[in-house]
């Protein structure tokens, strides 16, 4: 199949007319001219590779959309993988909590959290995209610890990252932003302190030794060669401890001073494509284009909204060095190498053909996503064959398999 009459978006260049051709799930032929009545007509629209994201927090809410309203793991993962792929990402990482307590229902108790990621394993054969686990470990919380383990050794992790949301440090340094957001919901000064003091108390309360929790995780992955991410740095202090246990991404970095640690230190820097898109983070912390400008933002992830990707894209293009070819790599090639996928993130003879056909106008569209070749979204309007695909349900997620059932 040709995709014909299209602006592609190389790793370092953008040809601004040509064509590309797809064979047995890969790419075949790149011509930088494009031939008049050959394949799909592309319109001049940008064809990009699919974006990759490291971090999406969605996989919570569609399995349980209100706290304690489960619905069928097999419902919830066929709404993500079509929320995902109509924002172009063909490689996702689902995150997922293990901690101690959730004010959101029973999301992240550690049982909850294997049974829905154990879940999303089994069934990524029947879906549109490549899905694959990403497990937030808090280390405040080690009894969790063998459960992570156990799915780590059982191959269901693809990616681990090490968090600390205690008040007072990380995402949440900033303890009087902390009272005042408790304030406005509880409209009570005396009982937000009171509520900060008590979680304080049961963070560290279930906490332990920490450093010990850390470095047990760590030689766990490093053994399954499961890569590392930091999360929420916020000192360089934190920077090189978690580098030294062998952390080679850092994820949300708070402050410019921890994100230009990690880079001096070779750390892939993820910040969200929401705070590139709004410009500012929604909790006070360091701001995605600052971290660009400063050339301290390797990846954007999808974070909590996964649209967020092609319109950041499109505003840090404008600054980039190497302008929308460099901006593109942030969800594309940057993440491919952070996390080991040599296969994907490049538009290249041999690679995947993860691809998507986007409209650059306003604040950016996908039009048409492809993953190994295979139209697995379009918005109607282009002349895309669409192929059959024949479905059905999955047997070990039936409707009867309920989240916490």
């Known amino acids: 199949m040709w995709l014909n009459n299209v602006r592609i978006v190389l790793a370092d260049r953008v040809l601004e007319r040509g064509a590309l051709r797809v064979e047995g799930g890969v790419i075949a032929e790149i011509a930088e001219t494009p031939d008049a009545g050959a394949g799909v007509d592309g319109q001049g629209l940008l064809l990009m590779p699919g974006f990759i994201d490291t971090h999406g927090d969605m996989i919570e809410r569609e399995v349980e959309p209100r706290p304690r309203v489960k619905m069928p793991f097999e419902l919830g993962f066929r709404d993500l993988d079509r929320r995902l792929k109509v924002a172009g990402i063909t490689t996702a990482y689902a995150s997922l909590g293990f901690s101690g307590k959730s004010s959101s229902g029973n999301l992240r108790s550690h049982d909850h959290s294997m049974g829905i990621l154990r879940a999303?394993?089994?069934?990524?054969?029947?879906?549109?995209?490549?899905?694959?686990?990403?497990?937030?470990?808090?280390?405040?919380?080690?009894?969790?610890?063998?459960?992570?383990?156990?799915?780590?050794?059982?191959?269901?992790?693809?990616?681990?990252?090490?968090?600390?949301?205690?008040?007072?440090?990380?995402?949440?340094?900033?303890?009087?932003?902390?009272?005042?957001?408790k304030e406005a919901e509880t409209r009570s000064r005396e009982e937000a302190e009171r509520a900060f003091a008590e979680s304080f108390r049961e963070k560290v309360g279930q906490a332990g030794d920490t450093f010990t929790t850390i470095k047990a995780m760590a030689e766990v992955c490093a053994s399954a060669g499961i890569p590392i991410a930091s999360h929420d740095d916020d000192t360089p202090e934190k920077v090189l401890m978690?580098?030294?246990?062998?952390?080679?991404?850092?994820?949300?970095?708070?402050?410019?001073?921890?994100?230009?640690?990690?880079?001096?230190?070779?750390?892939?820097?993820?910040?969200?494509?929401?705070?590139?898109?709004?410009?500012?983070?929604?909790?006070?912390?360091?701001?995605?284009?600052?971290?660009?400008?400063n050339g301290v933002l390797d990846i954007l992830a999808a974070d909590y909204h996964p649209s967020a990707i092609l319109p950041a894209i499109l505003i840090l293009a404008a600054d980039d060095p190497l302008g929308l070819a460099g901006a593109t790599r942030l969800a594309t090639g940057n993440p491919a190498r952070a996390l080991g996928l040599p296969d994907r993130g490049e538009l290249a003879v041999s690679k995947r053909a993860d691809l998507i056909i986007a409209d650059d106008q306003g604040v950016g569209h996908v039009r048409a996503t492809f993953a190994r070749g295979k139209l697995v979204y379009s918005d109607g309007t282009l002349a895309v064959p669409t192929p059959v695909v024949a479905s059905g349900p999955v047997r070990e997620l039936a409707m009867g398999d309920m989240a916490g059932k």
């Not at 808090?138 to 799915?151: D, G, H, Q, S, Y």
């Not at 994100?259 to 820097?269: K, P, V």
């Open 120 to 181: 999303l394993k089994k069934m990524r054969p029947a879906l549109s995209i490549d899905h694959k686990v990403h497990a937030r470990f808090e280390i405040t919380f080690p009894a969790a610890l063998e459960a992570v383990k156990e799915l780590i050794e059982e191959g269901t992790v693809d990616l681990l990252s090490l968090m600390d949301h205690t008040p007072g440090q990380g995402q949440y340094r900033d303890i009087e932003r902390l009272i005042r957001a």
């Open 242 to 293: 978690m580098h030294d246990i062998g952390a080679g991404i850092s994820e949300f970095p708070v402050t410019l001073e921890a994100a230009r640690e990690a880079h001096a230190h070779g750390m892939a820097i993820v910040m969200g494509a929401p705070n590139a898109l709004r410009g500012e983070s929604y909790s006070g912390n360091l701001s995605a284009r600052s971290a660009h400008r």
